[in-house]
């Protein structure tokens, strides 16, 4: 059986840790599959939400294994903390920088570490740390190279580009912002709804649109206190817009609009209880200006929720062959304000339509088992060229 290394910049929650998850999980019916981070993550990773057995460690896992006086320096730094967190997370400091060689070992690790494996299949952003050395180092073994990109691509000098065998993106146009390499070849796998029984049993609205939803980090990069502006200047008295998350803007937020009754804040909610949130509203919102995908899109196409959305990442091309057109401006109140107006006129036959839509074209394009076919058949071909 092929071995693959799912390797990238894997941690705790988001849209990478899932996504690593069910490729492992995907292709762990053809192939003997491992994961790898260059990060650091916890038995609380939604990477082991597909498989509490999956074979998942860290490259500071590895570099503490083998190198005693590293692991003795990270001890040090792991009791200076308190001890929070895993040991092996504090291996990468300054002491170990300077006078231990840790850069020098650890791309020692990562020469070792690919060699073991038939196939390199990374999962991250083009800019993440190691990205070059690591392919480096795989295709002078001669290692098939897999690369699934995450985040926006912007422009850079990625000198590796043309040793990849096969990019992975959610969407055309993140591939377009790589057309200018002349050796660019990728595929077009958009994410899936991982919790899509459920999601699919989500009941549709019946009459009206008033209960709207943020789901995502709340940061200032997603444009959630802007468009909560918007919602309380263009909103009935009888809507909600709830907010589903964390991040470094919550407890603000929280306190802003503690006294309003329009917004109501839920902080992170667990996948297993996604279907009962999207049973209490009636439409999605995607606020923010730079995403790959967000995967929350295909969640809520599952449920046959209305979405109302930036064009932002893949959600154009999801949305093309639907009845969900409605888009608004990044930060632009008066084009919110057009879009929202117009859903809240929807009659029930019409929220029926599109939600109908939604959930059609999902099964069609984006459901759990044709995802999980593009991995196998992509992986294959790779294998075989």
Not at 60 to 69: F, R
Not at 193 to 220: C, D, T
């Amino acid at each position: 059986m092929k071995k693959i290394l799912i390797i990238g910049p894997i941690g705790d929650f988001g849209g990478r840790e899932l996504e690593s998850g069910f490729m492992a999980s995907a292709l762990s019916s053809n192939y003997d599959v491992d994961i790898c981070t260059t990060g650091s993550l916890s038995r609380k990773s939604q990477v082991f939400n597909f498989n509490k057995k999956q074979k998942v460690f860290s490259l500071a896992d590895l570099v503490c294994q083998q190198y005693l006086v590293l692991k003795s320096v990270a001890l040090l730094s792991y009791v200076k903390n308190s001890c929070k967190g895993g040991l092996s997370s504090y291996v990468n400091n300054n002491i170990a920088k300077k006078y231990f060689n840790y850069k020098k070992k650890t791309l020692f690790i990562v020469k070792e570490l690919v060699a073991q494996y038939d196939v390199i299949f990374i999962c991250a952003q083009l800019s993440s740390s190691l990205m070059n050395d690591i392919i480096t180092f795989a295709k002078l073994n001669n290692k098939k190279i897999l690369f699934r990109t995450t985040g926006t691509i912007n422009d850079g000098n990625f000198e590796y580009i043309e040793k990849v065998n096969s990019f992975i993106h959610h969407s055309k146009v993140n591939a377009n912002n790589l057309k200018k390499f002349k050796n660019h070849d990728y595929t077009i796998i958009d994410q899936c709804a991982f919790n899509e029984k459920e999601l699919l049993n989500v009941s549709l609205s019946k009459s009206g649109v008033h209960n709207f939803l943020i789901l995502g980090r709340l940061s200032p990069e997603k444009g959630v206190e802007e468009l909560i502006s918007f919602f309380l200047q263009v909103c009935l008295k009888n809507d909600t817009l709830y907010l589903a998350g964390n991040g470094p803007l919550e407890n603000y937020l929280r306190d802003r609009y503690k006294e309003s009754d329009n917004i109501k804040f839920l902080g992170f909610i667990e996948s297993e209880h996604l279907s009962d949130l999207f049973n209490r509203i009636d439409c999605l919102i995607i606020c923010s200006p730079e995403e790959s995908g967000p995967l929350v899109g295909v969640e809520s196409m599952a449920a046959g929720k209305l979405i109302i959305s930036t064009r932002v990442g893949a959600m154009a091309e999801r949305l093309e062959n639907t009845l969900n057109q409605f888009w608004f401006d990044y930060n632009d109140l008066e084009s919110f304000k057009k879009t929202f107006q117009i859903v809240q006129l929807l009659n029930h036959d019409e929220m029926k339509s599109i939600s109908n839509s939604l959930r059609d074209y999902y099964l069609k394009e984006y459901s759990l088992d044709k995802i999980k076919k593009k991995y196998l058949i992509i992986v294959n071909e790779v294998l075989n060229k």
